[in-house]
């Protein structure tokens, strides 16, 4: 027979209720944490965006541009009669050997939220996310042909405010784009020639910007001297 101790339930009480709430706080605390966007966990990142300001960019002259704001950690490109934008104009960038992440949503609208025109060498080159009416990827311009005509092009669907991860990777050898975790272009830079379209001409030699759609942009870093894979 048994004999029940008052004092040794009551402690084993006291023990398993401390163990649910640790178990409780360990469970709120890493639905809070935000995910990790791409490279993010890597070293050698460097930011290009505060957080709070514009400092180090510039809203994009294009004709009929919507206003740029800064707000809740997030650049706001709104919808304007064709594209809005934000341009780089702080400290000389690299042209090679480098990857620049961001992360994108489109908040409103259903076109190209992030057209991301950056340095290729001596030219330049834009990665287009859901352009000509919402869902077709591809790098602008390849050999006169952009981003719906070129081997690089594909069709992906785009739910409006979710944020995606953009990674560009830029080597003597390719132009690399991720977006989220996955790999989407792997294109070669021998043998091709590369510049943008001539609406983006303003976006050189970084810039960011969407089509007659509203976009948030955060979290923009660059890192250089790159390895290819």
Known sequence: MQISNPLVRSRRAAFALAAAWILLLWGLGAAAAPAQSAGKEEPGWR??????????????????????????????????TDLTGITWEGPELPTTSYELALQARRV?????????TFPVADSFCSVILGGWGGTVVGLSSINGRDASENETSQSITFENGRWYSVRIRVTPAAIEVWLDD???????????KFDTRIEMEPSKPLGIASWRTTAAIRQIRLRDNVKPL
């Open 108 to 116: 409103k609208g259903s076109d190209f939220f992030a057209g991301v």
């Open 182 to 192: 996955r790999r989407i272009i792997n294109q070669d830079l021998k043998g091709n």
């Open 47 to 80: 930011p290009l965006f505060d957080g709070k300001t514009l400092a180090g960019w510039k809203g994009t002259e294009f004709v009929g541009e919507g206003p740029v704001k800064v707000e809740d950690g997030q650049i706001l490109l709104e919808a304007g």
